[in-house]
């Protein structure tokens, strides 16, 4: 069965320095991965998106994540963290191979402090 | 890109009462669309896929005679909370997927509708 673990619940880190947010996934298939981020009673925001092309996916806002095969993981970084960027981040993957159905991570909570 | 609206944005009602909740994809056609479930700090659960011209696909778990969902124009789903109760209030998010174009399969996500229910 499909399913996608965001190991973190919440990270902190300065503005200015690295952003590491984890994601694994589990699919008996070639998934379909997302990140998207959602900013406080705000809808979601599609960050970038993995659909079988180029392993290292670069999205909005500086935001780039690299699709690991083998070690099922889907991590999303930014080299340097701004204060905007505090928000929620869901990793997502679709639940079949037509990709009509997603599951959502728990979601990390980034907070970026001064 | 694809722009996804929801109406109203915030309801406050009484106990008992139904909701109606609009879903609208502003610039493109769905066939599909996609109703969440958002509790406080929790990540979105999928309560049912909402498809143009015939019923709806319940996630399990979630009542189909207590969120009605009509789908009735490529355009327009409807979420409505029958006789609802405080325990009904939460974020519901829609979702519209795209069915042509570069943005194929791609879902694109309304703004979120938070109910609360006294």
């Known amino acids: 069965a499909q399913s996608v673990t965001q190991l973190d619940s919440h990270v902190s880190v300065s503005e200015g320095t690295p952003v590491l947010l984890r994601c694994n996934y589990s699919?008996?298939?070639?998934?379909?991965l997302f990140w998207y981020v959602q900013h406080p009673n705000k809808g979601l925001q599609l960050l970038l998106k993995?659909?079988?092309?180029?392993?290292l996916v670069k999205g909005i806002n500086g935001f780039e994540a690299e699709f690991k095969k083998s070690e099922t993981s889907f991590h999303l970084t930014k080299p340097s963290a701004h204060m905007s960027d505090a928000a929620e981040y869901f990793c997502v993957v679709t639940i079949n191979q037509a990709g009509t159905a997603l599951i959502f991570g728990k979601g990390t909570t980034l907070s970026v402090s001064s | 890109g694809a722009v996804v609206s929801q109406h109203p944005s915030w309801v406050i009602c009484k106990s008992g009462t139904s909701v109606k909740i609009e879903c609208r994809s502003l610039d493109f056609q769905a066939t599909t669309m996609f109703w969440y479930r958002q509790f406080p700090k929790q990540s979105l659960m999928l309560m049912a896929t909402s498809n143009e011209g015939s019923k709806a696909t319940y996630e399990q778990g979630v009542e189909k005679d207590k969120f009605l969902i009509n789908h009735a124009s490529l355009t327009l789903s409807t979420l409505t909370v029958t006789s609802a109760h405080p325990e009904d209030s939460s974020f519901y998010i829609c979702?519209?997927?795209?069915?042509?174009?570069?943005?194929?399969?791609?879902?694109?996500f309304g703004p979120g509708t938070r109910l609360t229910v006294l």
């Open positions: 979702s519209a997927r795209v069915v042509s174009g570069s943005a194929y399969n791609e879902q694109f």
């Open positions: 993995y659909t079988s092309a180029a392993t």
């Open positions: 699919s008996s298939y070639s998934p379909s």
